[in-house]
């Protein structure tokens, strides 16, 4: 009775398998995303006069080359890409909050943007031979360029101009991610994914002159969708 429990267990465990097999009919897929780049942590957070406060909802972009080298697990390589212009409105009135001598402002900004090449597992969960839950976990550098900024402020005296440099800092980041594939036909699928990157920034740039160093968190949050081939 023993041994008709292990070679049941057995035949069950491979009929999964091949089940899970039917999913993936090629080793390669390339995948090609487009979605909203949420900030997260300092980015975003309304504060200070710093421009990382102030980052809004933006843009994400992402290209994937994925190799399969068993059935449920591959090797995959990402580019990511997200663009997040700054609210100037909220920028304005953190102005207005540090100093109460400010009569008007108005500022004119760039967008920060941040590239990154990642690489790292996937792993494929077939749900049915249609569907399959996709989980990526990756590694790799990200370069952040934190944009420049014109700030003109007047008070009852005098007029006072803020201007700020750019900077551009290349930092190791890792990238976690969770979402779903669903089948069109033999070798296009669309996907969905809720991805994390995240970085502790050092930057280095110049307000009129005087040097300003800032430690920032730059957290994005994306939701995309896509589509992807197999091959």
Do not use: C
């Not at 080359?65 to 449920?72: I, M």
């Not at 760039?110 to 569907?131: H, K, M, Q, T, W």
């Not at 402020?153 to 101009?161: L, P």
């Amino acid at each position: 009775m023993r041994r008709l429990l292990i070679l049941y267990s057995l035949i069950l465990s491979l009929t999964q398998l091949s089940y899970s097999q039917e999913y993936i009919y090629n080793r390669g897929l390339a995948s090609l995303s487009v979605g909203v780049a949420i900030p997260a942590y300092d980015f975003g957070m309304q504060k200070g006069i710093n421009l990382s406060s102030y980052a809004k909802m933006g843009t994400n972009i992402s290209a994937e080359v994925s190799y399969y080298y068993n059935w449920n697990v591959g090797l995959n390589f990402m580019i990511n890409y997200n663009v997040n212009s700054i609210d100037e409105s909220k920028l304005i009135e953190g102005y207005f909050d540090a100093s109460p001598a400010f009569q008007t402002v108005t500022a004119e900004t760039e967008s920060f943007r941040d590239i990154s090449g990642l690489i790292g597992l996937v792993f494929d969960v077939p749900v049915n031979e249609y569907a399959s839950l996709l989980f990526k976990m990756m590694g790799g550098l990200r370069n952040v360029y934190k944009p420049t900024a014109l700030v003109k402020t007047t008070t009852a005296f005098s007029t006072i101009n803020y201007y700020e440099t750019h900077d551009n800092q290349l930092v190791i980041a890792f990238l976690f991610s969770g979402g779903g594939k669903v089948k069109v036909n033999d070798n296009f699928n669309v996907h969905v994914n809720a991805s994390y990157i995240g970085s502790v920034i050092d930057f280095e740039y110049y307000r009129n002159k005087k040097l300003v160093n800032e430690q920032a968190h730059i957290g994005i949050l994306s939701l995309s969708g896509g589509v992807s081939y197999a091959f």
